[in-house]
């Protein structure tokens, strides 16, 4: 079942995630409608925070993109047809501060509306699955980046708080479009 995106700049959005402690068919639930969801927009990724919940869910599906990345899934590389789409709870990233890249990011939370972002390329994340086991995935590339911006909505952060001024700059009026859109959405 797919859910409504909430959108820039809807409150909930800059909410922190609560930490996940009960692992059960609610759950599973929650995430398959999310991943139906993320499917359904043609998107990487999609948070919690984003069907209008703050807790520390997220899920990701990569095996549509043609980017070349890295990974190692608890010290293996099973192929991304086995553990995507991803449900990721209560990630913890460590990053690798150096390289970074720059890539142009869209977010389902601001449709149409891409910017650049410079991010660590790597990272590790600790994470559970929707059982509660505890994971440890290794990556770079697109699915590090992916995994950053998602945990990013986790803890309240959006793509554009990354974005310098001169990106800001371009997309401000797309982004204070939005802004209204949402604000008159809501009193509806
Ligand atoms: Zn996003």
Avoid at 36 to 58: S, V
Wanted: hydrophobic fraction near 45%; charged fraction near 25%.
């Amino acid at each position: 079942m797919t859910l409504p995106i909430v959108q820039y700049n809807s409150p909930i959005l800059r909410k922190k995630g609560v930490k996940i402690t009960t692992f059960d068919a609610a759950l599973a639930r929650l995430a398959a409608d999310m991943i139906d969801t993320m499917h359904a927009a043609a998107g990487i990724g999609l948070a919690a925070q984003q069907i209008g919940q703050a807790i520390q869910l997220c899920v990701v599906d990569l095996r549509e993109t043609d980017a070349e990345f890295q990974w190692e899934l608890d010290g293996a590389r099973p192929p991304l047809e086995i553990f995507m789409p991803l449900a990721v709870v209560n990630p913890v990233l460590i990053v690798v501060p150096e390289p970074t890249t720059s890539y142009e990011e869209g977010c389902l939370s601001f449709p149409e509306i891409r910017g650049d972002v410079v991010r660590p390329d790597k990272l590790s994340v600790k994470f559970q699955d929707l059982k509660g086991v505890p994971h440890l995935m290794v990556c770079d590339g697109l699915l590090s980046r992916c995994v950053q911006h998602e945990a990013d909505h986790l803890n309240g952060v959006l793509f554009i708080d990354h974005m310098t001024k001169d990106v800001l700059a371009v997309i401000d009026p797309e982004l204070k479009a939005l802004k209204k859109r949402t604000r008159e959405a809501a009193k509806k």
